[in-house]
Protein backbone atom coordinates (compact mmCIF):
# COMPACT_ATOMS: atom_id res chain seq x y z
CA UNK A 1 0.00 0.00 0.00
CA UNK A 2 1.50 3.24 -0.90
CA UNK A 3 0.21 6.44 0.89
CA UNK A 4 -0.50 9.51 -1.68
CA UNK A 5 -3.73 11.26 -0.42
CA UNK A 6 -2.35 14.14 1.17
CA UNK A 7 -2.64 17.54 -0.13
CA UNK A 8 1.28 18.48 0.95
CA UNK A 9 0.61 21.38 2.82
CA UNK A 10 3.96 21.99 4.72
CA UNK A 11 5.64 21.57 1.02
CA UNK A 12 3.71 24.08 -0.98
CA UNK A 13 2.72 21.55 -4.08
CA UNK A 14 1.81 17.95 -5.06
CA UNK A 15 4.72 15.67 -3.28
CA UNK A 16 3.20 12.81 -4.90
CA UNK A 17 4.17 14.72 -8.77
CA UNK A 18 7.25 15.87 -7.53
CA UNK A 19 9.87 14.49 -10.62
CA UNK A 20 13.27 13.00 -9.28
CA UNK A 21 15.26 11.35 -11.77
CA UNK A 22 12.48 11.96 -14.76
CA UNK A 23 9.63 10.64 -12.87
CA UNK A 24 7.50 11.55 -9.81
CA UNK A 25 8.26 10.65 -6.70
CA UNK A 26 4.99 8.51 -6.39
CA UNK A 27 6.18 6.53 -9.42
CA UNK A 28 9.61 5.96 -7.90
CA UNK A 29 7.78 4.45 -4.49
CA UNK A 30 5.66 2.31 -6.98
CA UNK A 31 8.09 0.70 -8.67
CA UNK A 32 10.21 -0.36 -5.67
CA UNK A 33 7.15 -1.95 -4.21
CA UNK A 34 6.25 -3.89 -7.37
CA UNK A 35 9.29 -6.94 -7.02
CA UNK A 36 8.58 -7.47 -3.08
CA UNK A 37 4.33 -7.21 -3.33
CA UNK A 38 3.18 -10.23 -5.56
CA UNK A 39 -0.19 -10.02 -4.63
CA UNK A 40 -0.27 -6.56 -6.17
CA UNK A 41 0.47 -2.48 -4.75
CA UNK A 42 -2.39 -0.56 -4.78
CA UNK A 43 -2.18 3.51 -3.83
CA UNK A 44 -4.81 5.27 -1.70
CA UNK A 45 -5.26 9.14 -3.43
CA UNK A 46 -6.88 12.02 -1.93
CA UNK A 47 -6.15 15.23 -2.85
CA UNK A 48 -4.87 14.61 -6.71
CA UNK A 49 -6.80 11.99 -7.56
CA UNK A 50 -6.54 12.71 -11.02
CA UNK A 51 -3.19 13.85 -11.53
CA UNK A 52 -2.17 10.69 -9.74
CA UNK A 53 -4.36 8.71 -11.73
CA UNK A 54 -3.07 10.12 -15.04
CA UNK A 55 1.13 9.36 -14.23
CA UNK A 56 -0.04 6.34 -12.74
CA UNK A 57 -2.01 4.94 -16.11
CA UNK A 58 -0.90 2.27 -17.66
CA UNK A 59 1.27 1.04 -14.11
CA UNK A 60 0.42 -2.60 -13.08
CA UNK A 61 -1.27 -1.02 -9.54
CA UNK A 62 -4.99 -0.42 -8.09
CA UNK A 63 -5.55 2.82 -7.12
CA UNK A 64 -7.78 3.21 -4.53
CA UNK A 65 -9.52 6.75 -3.34
CA UNK A 66 -9.41 8.08 0.13
CA UNK A 67 -12.53 10.20 -0.10
CA UNK A 68 -11.89 11.28 3.44
CA UNK A 69 -8.43 12.35 3.04
CA UNK A 70 -8.96 15.72 4.57
CA UNK A 71 -9.72 13.68 7.50
CA UNK A 72 -6.00 12.87 8.06
CA UNK A 73 -3.09 10.54 7.74
CA UNK A 74 -5.12 7.59 9.28
CA UNK A 75 -8.13 7.56 6.84
CA UNK A 76 -5.92 6.80 4.13
CA UNK A 77 -4.41 4.53 6.36
CA UNK A 78 -8.24 2.93 6.91
CA UNK A 79 -9.21 2.82 3.53
CA UNK A 80 -6.19 0.86 2.24
CA UNK A 81 -6.27 -1.99 4.50
CA UNK A 82 -10.53 -2.05 3.37
CA UNK A 83 -8.63 -2.92 0.04
CA UNK A 84 -6.24 -5.62 0.78
CA UNK A 85 -7.25 -9.54 -0.47
CA UNK A 86 -8.32 -11.69 1.68
CA UNK A 87 -5.74 -14.24 1.01
CA UNK A 88 -2.58 -11.24 2.10
CA UNK A 89 -0.82 -12.44 5.13
CA UNK A 90 0.18 -8.68 5.41
CA UNK A 91 0.55 -5.20 3.95
CA UNK A 92 3.52 -3.42 3.38
CA UNK A 93 2.68 0.33 4.02
CA UNK A 94 4.74 2.65 2.52
CA UNK A 95 4.55 6.45 1.70
CA UNK A 96 5.28 8.16 -1.66
CA UNK A 97 7.61 10.90 -0.20
CA UNK A 98 11.13 8.74 0.72
CA UNK A 99 12.98 9.16 -2.71
CA UNK A 100 16.51 7.92 -1.44
CA UNK A 101 14.77 4.34 -0.24
CA UNK A 102 15.99 1.55 -2.52
CA UNK A 103 14.16 -1.63 -3.13
CA UNK A 104 17.05 -3.41 -1.47
CA UNK A 105 15.82 -1.91 1.29
CA UNK A 106 12.15 -3.24 0.86
CA UNK A 107 13.64 -6.46 -0.03
CA UNK A 108 15.19 -6.57 3.46
CA UNK A 109 12.08 -5.88 5.00
CA UNK A 110 10.71 -8.78 3.51
CA UNK A 111 12.89 -10.57 4.33
CA UNK A 112 13.11 -10.26 7.71
CA UNK A 113 9.01 -10.62 7.93
CA UNK A 114 9.16 -13.86 5.75
CA UNK A 115 11.33 -15.19 9.25
CA UNK A 116 8.73 -13.74 11.79
CA UNK A 117 5.19 -13.05 9.92
CA UNK A 118 3.59 -12.89 12.93
CA UNK A 119 5.54 -9.36 14.26
CA UNK A 120 5.33 -6.16 12.56
CA UNK A 121 8.81 -5.08 10.97
CA UNK A 122 9.31 -1.56 10.50
CA UNK A 123 11.89 0.27 9.55
CA UNK A 124 14.53 2.27 11.95
CA UNK A 125 16.21 5.48 9.99
CA UNK A 126 18.18 8.58 11.81
CA UNK A 127 16.97 8.43 15.49
CA UNK A 128 13.37 7.26 14.87
CA UNK A 129 11.32 4.47 12.87
CA UNK A 130 8.25 4.23 10.66
CA UNK A 131 7.45 3.78 7.15
CA UNK A 132 7.99 1.59 5.78
CA UNK A 133 6.60 -1.07 7.58
CA UNK A 134 5.21 -4.69 7.12
CA UNK A 135 2.11 -5.41 9.38
CA UNK A 136 0.47 -8.77 9.54
CA UNK A 137 -2.97 -9.27 9.38
CA UNK A 138 -3.68 -10.17 13.02
CA UNK A 139 -2.23 -6.12 13.77
CA UNK A 140 -5.12 -5.06 10.66
CA UNK A 141 -7.94 -3.90 13.70
CA UNK A 142 -5.13 -1.98 15.44
CA UNK A 143 -4.44 0.02 12.50
CA UNK A 144 -8.20 0.16 11.54
CA UNK A 145 -8.60 1.88 14.48
CA UNK A 146 -6.44 4.60 13.81
CA UNK A 147 -7.80 8.33 13.45
CA UNK A 148 -7.33 11.72 12.71
CA UNK A 149 -3.46 12.40 11.40
CA UNK A 150 -1.89 9.30 13.65
CA UNK A 151 0.05 7.22 11.45
CA UNK A 152 1.34 3.43 11.68
CA UNK A 153 4.19 4.74 13.74
CA UNK A 154 1.91 4.36 16.92
CA UNK A 155 0.86 1.03 16.00
CA UNK A 156 4.70 0.20 16.20
CA UNK A 157 5.38 1.98 19.13
CA UNK A 158 2.24 -0.07 21.22
CA UNK A 159 4.04 -3.48 20.34
CA UNK A 160 6.99 -4.40 22.67
CA UNK A 161 7.80 -6.85 19.66
CA UNK A 162 7.85 -4.82 16.26
CA UNK A 163 11.09 -5.63 14.68
CA UNK A 164 12.95 -2.63 13.73
CA UNK A 165 15.30 -2.82 10.54
CA UNK A 166 18.39 -0.13 9.68
CA UNK A 167 16.64 0.93 6.83
CA UNK A 168 19.07 4.32 6.00
CA UNK A 169 17.11 5.62 3.06
CA UNK A 170 13.62 5.76 4.64
CA UNK A 171 15.21 8.95 6.63
CA UNK A 172 14.55 11.36 3.88
CA UNK A 173 11.50 11.90 3.42
CA UNK A 174 9.62 15.24 1.38
CA UNK A 175 7.96 17.57 3.61
CA UNK A 176 9.13 20.82 2.95
CA UNK A 177 10.82 23.05 0.31
CA UNK A 178 13.95 22.73 2.06
CA UNK A 179 13.79 18.78 1.98
CA UNK A 180 13.26 18.50 -1.63
CA UNK A 181 16.41 21.00 -1.72
CA UNK A 182 18.10 18.14 0.09
CA UNK A 183 17.20 15.81 -2.82
CA UNK A 184 18.32 17.80 -5.39
CA UNK A 185 21.18 18.66 -3.92
CA UNK A 186 22.50 14.98 -2.97
CA UNK A 187 21.49 13.61 -6.09
CA UNK A 188 25.20 12.86 -7.63
Request: overall charge negative; glycine content about 10%.
Given at each position: M???A????????????????????????????????????????????????????G??????????????????????????????????????????????????L??????H?????????????????????????M?????????????I???????????P????????????????????
Amino acid sequence: MVLAAGASNRLGQPKQLVTFDGRSLLQHAVEKCLPVCPLGVFVVTGAERESVGKILRGEPVQIVHNKAWRDGLASSITTGIAVVPDDSKAVLLMLCDQPKLSAAELAQLVSVWAGHPDRVVASRFGATFGAPAIFPREVFPMLEALRGDRGAKSVIGQLADSILVDVPGAELDIDRPEDLDRLRDNKG
